[in-house]
T-cell receptor, first 113, second 114 residues
Framework: GENVEQHPSTLSVQEGDSAVIKCTYS??????FPWYKQELGKRPQLIID?????GEKKDQRIAVTLNKTAKHFSLHITETQPEDSAVYFC????????????FGGGTRVLVKP | NAGVTQTPKFQVLKTGQSMTLQCAQD?????MSWYRQDPGMGLRLIHY???????DQGEVPNGYNVSRSTTEDFPLRLLSAAPSQTSVYFC?????????????FGNGTRLTVT
């Protein structure tokens, strides 16, 4: 969607290293930012989300940070494992499009053992 | 619970043919939506519904129709298939709309139009 840009499009990391994916959005009214993980041939599944009243949220090895001033949010995966290999999508609501949830283009993460 | 069920899993159509992609959910979710997934373009919203009898257009509605006669079912109709509609289609549902709770996706339908 035009509201959300996601970088990088591909990311290769060594097992045990950290991975960071960044998304920027254009609608300053956006207030909800989910991240979805999609394994090869599977459906997307929510892994973490953050609302605009907090700056950071953690769940074990994954965390999301939000900078509302700069209009970007990031997914951080620490101590990466081979099972983290997947495509990750960020999303944000876009009021100009009727408050619909729009997705970034995705980041393909490959964790090398 | 089965969650969100999509049928068929795979479909090949010839240009100009019509078909209906089926989607059903058993979680009593008010909100249902259809996305298409193309390489490098993420998930793009086609149509969505906030309840039975109510539907609205998403980002890429052209060439598709939907209806919502029951809470459970939200079929997507391709009126006259075109090669540009070759894609993977996901149906999703959630309660209270996509901005307040996670989307539950079906397993997808891989459509090829020749």
């Amino acid at each position: 969607g035009e509201n959300v840009e996601q970088h990088p499009s591909t990311l290769s990391v060594q097992e045990g290293d950290s991975a960071v994916i960044k998304c920027t959005y254009s609608d300053s009214a956006s207030n909800y930012f989910p991240w979805y993980k999609q394994e090869l041939g599977k459906r997307p599944q929510l892994i973490i989300d953050i609302r605009s009243n907090v700056g950071e949220k953690k769940d074990q090895r994954i965390a999301v940070t939000l900078n509302k001033t700069a209009k970007h949010f990031s997914l951080h995966i620490t101590e990466t494992q081979p099972e983290d290999s997947a495509v990750y999508f960020c999303a944000a609501p876009w009021k100009a499009a009727g408050n619909k949830l729009t997705f970034g283009g995705g980041t393909r993460v490959l964790v090398k053992p | 619970n089965a969650g969100v069920t999509q049928t068929p899993k795979f479909q090949v159509l010839k240009t100009g043919q019509s078909m209906t992609l089926q989607c059903a959910q058993d979680m009593n979710h008010e909100y249902m939506s259809w996305y298409r997934q193309d390489p490098g373009m993420g998930l793009r919203l086609i149509h969505y519904s906030v309840g039975a009898g109510i539907t609205d257009q998403g980002e890429v509605p052209n060439g598709y129709n939907v209806s919502r006669s029951t809470t459970e079912d939200f079929p997507l109709r391709l009126l006259s298939a075109a090669p540009s509609q070759t894609s993977v289609y996901f149906c999703a549902s959630n309660t209270l709309g996509p901005l307040t709770s996670p989307l539950h996706f079906g397993n997808g339908t891989r459509l090829t139009v020749t």
